[in-house]
């Protein structure tokens, strides 16, 4: 069934708009002449196109949200359409905002490692570059299954092949295992999703309708749906026991890569539990009994994936395991399957996008200037390169929930959300589900200050800097840490729709 | 009491921190930038008691996730926030000639940033804010304790290369600020997972939702609660949580002074002084208020002790705040539930407050010593009165106030802790006034060995602007004592209790007078520490933090990371599975699968054909053309077609 979710259409397609502009830059990317400059002058001008419709269209709609009007309509597979609404505007703006700054950040980036690899086209990386991320925007704004399975497929070649192209290591090995697993994700999803259509239908948003929202009895090719879509989006989310391919995906990608999957691809798998998972099935039983052991999942990852970063030796290796850790938080706010938890997963959702891109752009300086990925081969840079300190903090405290960061929000919130779990669980499991969460935060906080300790810190004894400038890699990694800052203030922007979202489709499941 | 001006307060010094990042300006003029809004801060602070006016102030920041900004002004937060922004500013102006231009923009920017986090804190009313200023304090003292980055030798804390049990008992000042970050970062988590049930349980954020949810909470209480005063424990530094307080003298002295006076640890009393009074949760309520109490009193024993052995005169300071700190902290946990909670609560903030000063005053005096003589160990100073008169006198004033001694403040609020302690509990109160005693000898002995005997190294007095701030200080102490009789019934009433004069108070004093005075004798003529060198085992015992340290390594830290390490492997071990074994052997069985194809395609399109080739050659060569053959054939065939029939007809069953 379909519960009216008040969402206003606007007036002229500025959703689609806000895809096609980066794609179109992507697409005259490689036809356009000259230095790397023009191709991301292109791409930044697209991607500032792209969110100021964005935030037109937001703000025109605030709280509610909106759909854009043109929409079509296939037989048999339901409404292409885009909406913005309270669960998708976080996502969405969050995707445009650091689209835009590392596409600024990929130039000074890949110039350095062009040289290294001894050629390569601006043209070519910025086509795949914005058709990366256009396929990440289109997939949080999707109101159809298939549509946000094709847009999540889009956003799977063009990544391959910028590993494949210009990666680290055994490139082409890591590029084939990225590209197995993450499609064997996408396909269980599929799976899935065809195996509830008939039951469900493709829509999960329906224009004039609204929300999808499944009300009758979960029958056993349902459940199997849900599983399937399940695994498929916690193979992409990396939780632990899935998560093998995410730290050589992430460390061997190129950095500007590595600064877009850690912390946005992956992070959609959460969306993707929210409005496949929680927004359809959110009023069965079938669901809900599934909530305790997805909470201990969430807490293993959280756990498991701060452990195997302290281990790391490789900055690039320590910050993907990091991720494999943070991703648990946001499967905690899906596993709490409660309004806290859904705005946890949001927030953190947005606190980890400009965390670790901040993170993984200052690793990718390291590498730039210093030329060594060896945390061990650092010690007190911070009075060498004080403002990459200073953003390296911010990142560290964008993961760990020190304000003036989001994460504080989150934080709150998936406590909050877990604690309701807890109280219904009881003293025992309940308590234990609260000490394992106190061992996580603390965990967070050992690892990522270890890791700004070590580098930063101590005695100076890090390599020779090779090269002066690097203003651009760290102003596009400022322009993210302030972001990051704007929202911990405004995060009524976000929270209010959230809320509406949340109260809309909880109305249906009652 | 006047809301607004407390946000004012606070937004000033926020402000001001932002001012001092400001670019290529000269060291003085960021200090005396950042001394403007601090005093700005410390006059709004003050006017924010003074002056009538909405005593809360609430801004919907976001209401949908419960998020209100609530800052109200009542005594215990108005008089906090005086004594935060005040000693903030004194020590703020120490700071410009102590820090000078090196890393100054880091320094200031950092110093007003946790000024207007321990505000924000102080004047919340509502969770969230409060937790805002409680993690802006802990960030701001992680970037304050690694202050000095490159980990240069003289900020070092402990004797390099001693190990106790293989573990090192020395600190650099990045790994102090580490240890401060995890230690307190520790107890933050559980106090958000405490927050998160409180929250939960009653639909608010706002701080009397801690006092709803413990009525209404089932088995959950407990381990709630206990979560929830785990986050004021590693703040203010109880067993376990003493190691970082101990290691973060490698910061620069001010900001030692800082964290030990008017910040930070502070803020773990002020969690303890606000929020105990409010609850009130039975039976398992009071049981855990009495661990905590018992916790509180072994730290007030174990760091006194410790104090009698440091080498390093601020180490000796920081064990001293750890004890001082436990005698808030037991005054207000030993009272709660009893008839002398609003007396607890008095001799808690009486004790922040008096220690808030005199604490400052020494640790500014520690760090004008250590400067001019360019040692941290007691050990190698020495006769130093004759070289910094100034700063003897005021280390003498503010020394004998943590003594104990009468008619200093200290004096009046530890032993009126003593005393409330007695009250409730005999042996604490007993326990306590012993350990006075303890501070009474560990504080003449620091005194002693750094200003008397024979100098073994020149010194000097520190500049003006570094002296007169704990001169000012030091002469506060002793004012605050002498003028105690008028004010305090004033400031009681702003509380909301009384200070009683007892016999007691009067008692405690001259004991620890009396110690104070027998140990400057027992030093003066050569009687100490002569005996107790025999005590070996116990001093080094004492020297090693009682094995602390060791203990958090060997039950904490070795573990998780053997843990981590035994991950590691198995995640490597599944790694190689995964992608190097599996592959492998899919790519041998699809090898396999290759030559067996190779094979049947062999025998199918090649050796098959190849045999209907050569049957039809044989087969082509009998039709040869010949009618003699052809008839031949026939014949054969007409034999052969009746001999099958003839078989069948006499066979056929």
């Known amino acids: 069934m379909y519960v009216a979710a008040g969402i206003q259409g606007l007036g002229a397609p500025l959703l689609w708009l806000s895809i096609l502009l980066p794609i179109a830059a992507g697409v005259i990317a490689p036809l356009l002449r000259g230095d790397g400059r023009t191709p991301a002058a292109a791409a930044a001008v697209s991607w500032t196109a792209s969110l100021a419709l964005l935030l037109i269209a937001a703000a025109s709609s605030w709280p509610r949200g909106c759909y854009d009007p043109l929409y079509g309509y296939i037989p048999g597979v339901g409404y292409m359409g885009l909406l913005m609404d309270g669960l998708s505007m976080g996502f969405a703006v969050t995707i445009a905002v650091v689209s835009l700054l590392v596409a600024l950040y990929s130039l000074p980036y890949m110039s350095h490692r062009f040289e290294e690899l001894g050629g390569g086209s601006f043209g070519t990386y910025y086509l795949l570059y914005q058709l990366f991320t256009a396929g990440l925007l289109g997939t949080v704004l999707s109101t159809n299954t298939i549509e946000f399975y094709l847009f999540l497929e889009l956003t799977l070649i063009p990544s391959f092949l910028l590993i494949v192209l210009y990666g ?109 998972l929680l927004q359809v099935y959110g009023g069965t039983g079938y669901l809900h009994a599934l909530s305790a052991p997805l909470i201990a999942w969430s807490l293993i990852t959280i756990i498991y994936g701060g452990l195997l970063a302290l281990r790391q030796v490789d900055v690039k290796r320590f910050l993907a395991y990091s991720s494999v850790s943070q991703m648990g938080y946001l499967a905690l706010g899906f596993a709490a399957m409660n309004t806290w938890g859904v705005d946890g997963l949001v927030i953190h959702f947005i606190a980890h996008a400009y965390g670790k891109a901040i993170l993984f752009g200052a690793a990718g300086f390291l590498i730039v200037y210093y030329h060594s990925r060896r945390i061990t081969d650092y010690s007190g840079l911070a009075l060498r390169e004080p403002l990459l300190a200073a953003l390296f903090l911010i990142g560290v405290m964008h993961l760990t929930g020190i304000p003036p960061a989001c994460s504080l929000w989150s934080e709150y919130l998936l406590a909050r959300g877990l604690a309701a779990k807890a109280v219904s669980m009881g003293a025992g499991w309940g308590g234990l589900a609260l000490l394992v969460f106190v061992a996580g935060v603390a965990l967070s906080t050992a690892y990522s200050f270890i890791l700004f300790n070590k580098i930063f810190m101590g005695a100076p004894r890090s390599p020779t800097r090779r090269g002066g400038g690097g203003r651009l890699l760290l102003y596009s990694l400022l322009g993210l840490a302030l972001t990051g800052i704007i929202v911990f203030f405004a995060v009524n922007a976000v929270a209010t729709p959230l809320s509406i979202y949340y109260r809309v489709i909880a109305s249906a499941w009652r | 009491m006047n809301a607004p001006l407390a946000a004012a307060a606070t937004l000033t010094a926020y402000v001001f921190a932002g001012i001092s990042l400001a670019p290529r300006a000269r060291w003085l003029v960021r200090g005396v930038v950042a001394c403007i809004g601090l005093a700005a801060a410390a006059v709004l602070a003050a006017a924010a008691v ?231 949760g039975g039976a398992w309520f009071s049981g855990l208020m009495h661990a905590l109490a018992y916790v509180a009193l072994i730290t007030m024993v174990a760091t006194a002790l410790m104090a009698l052995v440091a080498r390093e005169f601020k180490l000796i300071l920081a064990y001293s705040t750890a004890s001082q700190l436990s005698y808030m902290m037991a005054a207000v946990f030993y009272s709660a539930g009893t008839g002398l909670l609003h007396e607890g609560v008095v001799a808690c903030f009486t004790h922040l407050m008096s220690h808030a000063v005199f604490k400052a005053a020494l640790f500014l005096e520690a760090g004008a010593v250590i400067h001019a003589v360019h040692t941290r160990f007691i050990d190698e100073m020495g006769g130093l009165k004759k070289f910094m008169p100034l700063t003897y006198a005021a280390t003498l004033l503010a020394g004998l106030s943590l003594a104990g001694v009468p008619p200093f403040s200290g004096w009046w609020s530890k032993d009126y802790v003593i005393d409330v302690l007695g009250g409730v509990n005999p042996l604490a109160g007993l326990v306590a006034l012993l350990a006075g005693l303890v501070t009474a000898a560990y504080t003449v002995r620091m005194i002693y060995y750094v200003f008397h005997g024979e100098p073994k190294r020149h010194g000097h007095e520190a500049p003006r602007g570094m002296l007169y701030p704990y001169l000012a200080l030091g002469l506060t102490a002793l004012l605050l004592g002498l003028l105690w009789p008028l004010y305090i019934n004033g400031l009681s009433h702003l509380l909301g209790g009384e200070y009683e004069y007892s016999l007691g108070v009067v008692a405690g004093g001259a004991m620890a007078a009396a110690t104070a005075l027998l140990v400057a004798m027992g030093y003066a003529r050569g009687l100490l520490p002569g005996p107790f060198t025999r005590l070996r085992g116990l001093r080094e015992f004492l020297y090693d933090r009682c094995y602390l340290n060791v203990a958090v390594y060997k039950l904490v830290v070795n573990p998780v990371e053997r843990l981590a390490e035994a991950l590691a492997s198995a995640d490597a071990r599944i790694d190689a599975a995964l992608h190097s074994w599996l592959p492998s052997g899919v790519s041998r069985v699809v090898e396999e699968a290759g030559r067996r194809e190779a094979a049947a395609d062999r025998v199918l399109h090649s050796d098959v054909p190849a045999a209907f080739i050569a049957a039809s050659r044989r087969i082509r060569r009998l039709q040869s053309g010949s009618l003699e053959n052809y008839i031949l054939y026939f014949i054969l065939g007409l034999a052969a077609v009746a001999a099958a029939t003839s078989w069948l007809v006499f066979h056929w069953p």
């Open chain 2, 50 to 280: 003074l002056l009538p006016g909405p005593s809360s102030l609430v801004y919907p920041w976001a209401p949908s996730i419960g998020v209100y900004l609530t800052i109200g002004v009542d005594g215990l937060s108005g008089l906090l926030g005086v004594i935060v922004a005040a000693l903030a500013l004194c020590i703020g102006v120490y700071s410009i000639w102590y820090i000078g231009s090196w890393g100054a923009r880091r320094y200031w920017f950092f110093y007003c940033f946790f000024v207007g986090s321990m505000l924000l804190l102080t004047y919340a009313r509502d969770f969230l804010s409060f937790l805002i200023g409680w993690e802006g304090t802990g960030i701001a003292s992680f970037m304050l304790i690694g202050f000095y980055l490159d980990d240069r030798r003289e900020a070092w804390v402990g004797d390099e290369g001693r190990y106790a049990l293989g573990v090192p008992m020395w600190s650099t000042p990045s790994m102090s600020s580490l240890r401060a970050i995890l230690f307190t970062r520790l107890g933050d988590a559980c106090f958000l997972a405490a927050l998160g049930v409180i929250s939960f349980v009653t639909g608010s954020t706002m701080f009397g939702a801690a006092a709803e949810a413990a009525k209404r909470l089932g088995g959950l209480g407990p381990l709630t609660y206990l979560l929830f005063f785990m986050a004021p424990m590693a703040k203010s530094a109880q067993v376990p949580f003493t190691e970082w307080l101990v290691t973060a003298m490698t910061g620069p002295a001010p900001v030692s002074a800082l964290i030990h006076a008017a910040t930070m640890v502070k803020a773990g009393v002020y969690f303890v002084a606000r929020f105990v009074p409010m609850i009130h």
């Open chain 1, 168 to 276: 680290y290591g055994d490139r082409m090995r890591v590029g084939l295992l990225y590209l197995v697993w993450t499609h064997i994700g996408a396909e269980l999803l599929l799976l899935g999703l065809l195996i509830q259509a008939p039951l469900t239908g493709f829509d999960v948003y329906r224009p004039g309708a609204g929300y999808l929202v499944y009300g009758a009895a979960v029958t056993p090719m349902l459940e199997a749906a849900i599983l399937l879509i399940l695994v498929g989006l916690a193979v992409k989310m990396a939780l632990s026991g899935l998560h093998f391919w995410l730290p050589h995906a992430h460390a061997e990608a190129p950095t500007p890569l590595s600064a877009l999957l850690s912390p946005l691809l992956i992070g959609i798998a959460g969306y993707g539990l929210l409005r496949l």
